[in-house]
């Protein structure tokens, strides 16, 4: 049985249930490493939370001075303390700006600002540009062990 039979989610439709089973239990057994796409007010908070019930936080930014900020400690964003920021990186969560290591992630959070165009809609294109390196990354990683072939 696949994924759209148990979902109404449009991306998921071609994924088996035996991948999603898969997760469920890395998840649950705290194996699974979460990336976080854009460590701005959004995302940053988003990868403190997921890194504190163990789970292996990977948190991408384009900006090498965020990146660096971040995994001495140091908070830009209001809402995350110095103090819950260390708690996530000794809880194993770490920044990054190098994009190919999209590939050691099980989960990807995006969480990058989508500016309106002209016209007012939302362009897509970071998160299309997201998805492509995704997808590249994936044919060039060799296949964890962990029962999911990339």
Same mark, same amino acid.
């Given at each position: 049985m696949t994924a759209a039979r148990q979902t109404t989610g449009h991306a998921l439709a071609a994924v088996p249930s035996d991948a999603f089973s898969c997760l469920r239990a890395k998840l649950v057994g705290r194996e699974a490493r979460v990336g976080v796409v854009g460590l701005g007010y959004v995302g940053l908070p988003f990868a403190v939370q997921s890194s504190q019930p163990g789970l292996p936080t990977l948190g991408f930014d384009l900006n090498a001075s965020k990146v660096c900020e971040v995994n001495q400690g140091r908070s830009y964003i209001g809402d995350v303390s110095d103090s819950a920021l260390g708690a996530a990186l /000794?809880?194993?969560?770490?920044?990054?700006?190098?994009? /190919?290591?999209?590939? /050691?992630?099980?989960?990807v959070v995006v969480a990058v600002p989508t500016p309106p165009s002209k016209c007012g809609h939302r362009k897509a294109a970071t998160g299309k540009r997201l998805c492509r390196a995704r997808q590249s990354a994936r044919r060039t990683a060799p296949a964890r062990s962990a029962g999911v072939s990339n």
């Amino acid at each position: 049985m696949t994924a759209a039979r148990q979902t109404t989610g449009h991306a998921l439709a071609a994924v088996p249930s035996d991948a999603f089973s898969c997760l469920r239990a890395k998840l649950v057994g705290r194996e699974a490493r979460v990336g976080v796409v854009g460590l701005g007010y959004v995302g940053l908070p988003f990868a403190v939370q997921s890194s504190q019930p163990g789970l292996p936080t990977l948190g991408f930014d384009l900006n090498a001075s965020k990146v660096c900020e971040v995994n001495q400690g140091r908070s830009y964003i209001g809402d995350v303390s110095d103090s819950a920021l260390g708690a996530a990186l /000794e809880a194993g969560f770490e920044a990054t700006d190098d994009f /190919e290591r999209l590939s /050691e992630c099980d989960v990807v959070v995006v969480a990058v600002p989508t500016p309106p165009s002209k016209c007012g809609h939302r362009k897509a294109a970071t998160g299309k540009r997201l998805c492509r390196a995704r997808q590249s990354a994936r044919r060039t990683a060799p296949a964890r062990s962990a029962g999911v072939s990339n």
